[in-house]
T-cell receptor, first 111, second 114 residues
Framework: KQEVTQIPAALSVPEGENLVLNCSFT??????LQWFRQDPGKGLTSLLL?????REQTSGRLNASLDKSSGRSTLYIAASQPGDSATYLC??????????FGTGTKLQVIP | NAGVTQTPKFRVLKTGQSMTLLCAQD?????MYWYRQDPGMGLRLIHY???????AKGEVPDGYNVSRLKKQNFLLGLESAAPSQTSVYFC?????????????FGSGTRLTVV
């Protein structure tokens, strides 16, 4: 059974700081790994998807890496802004159309 | 580019009432899903569909029914609402190639059953 853990559960940083969010998974046989953000009371917005054959993906100030052998992915946010405040989820597709979502990291960027 | 659209966004039901949540996607995706999200329990899969005319049960299907008569629409029905079905419901879709494409989610329906 795939288990996905995100550390830390919550993070508070001052504006402008670079930060790293972590996602660990137990089964390395994955199709891909997807990072989402969720604002309070809103839906999940896809940030980045890393295919199983890729090592990293970048979009603007975001960079996600994937190391299947160690069961880890990191989401790097450069020059954080208050608008980055949200809960960040990683998601790993599995068998039978199942997706295992991480436990989430709640990020607060303080102006 | 609408993506995945859910209607309604909010609804309050009395116990025993019925309702249908509509999900529509304009990306020609084969697969569609219904999830519920509850505090402390994360996202749980209710039902899913791998193509027009097909449906299958997910982790928590009891009390819900679904239909996929058209490729772009996936309906979630509650025949007799119960307070335990108070939740936020999300619809998602994805393209066929599971390795290359991820999931697109709707903005959610917040349902309260009193």
């Amino acid at each position: 059974k795939q288990e996905v853990t995100q550390i830390p559960a919550a993070l508070s940083v001052p504006e402008g700081e670079n930060l790293v969010l972590n996602c660990s998974f137990t089964d390395s046989a994955i199709y891909n790994l997807q990072w989402f953000r969720q604002d309070p009371g809103k839906g999940l917005t896809s940030l980045l998807l890393i295919q199983s054959s890729q090592r990293e993906q970048t979009s603007g100030r975001l960079n996600a890496s994937l190391d299947k052998s160690s069961g880890r992915s990191t989401l790097y946010i450069a020059a954080s802004q208050p608008g980055d405040s949200a809960t960040y989820l990683c998601a790993v597709p599995g068998g039978y159309q199942k997706v295992t979502f991480g436990t989430g990291t709640k990020l607060q960027v303080i102006p | 580019n609408a993506g995945v659209t859910q209607t309604p966004k909010f609804r309050v039901l009395k116990t025993g009432q019925s309702m249908t949540l509509l999900c529509a996607q304009d990306m020609n995706h084969e697969y569609m899903y219904w999830y519920r999200q509850d505090p402390g329990m994360g996202l749980r899969l209710i039902h899913y569909s791998v193509g027009e005319g097909t449906t299958a049960k997910g982790e928590v299907p009891d009390g819900y029914n679904v239909s996929r008569l058209k490729k772009q629409n996936f309906l979630l029905g509650l025949e007799s609402a119960a307070p335990s079905q108070t939740s936020v419901y999300f619809c998602a879709s994805r393209a066929r190639d599971r390795g290359r494409y991820g999931y697109t989610f709707g903005s959610g329906t917040r349902l309260t059953v009193v």
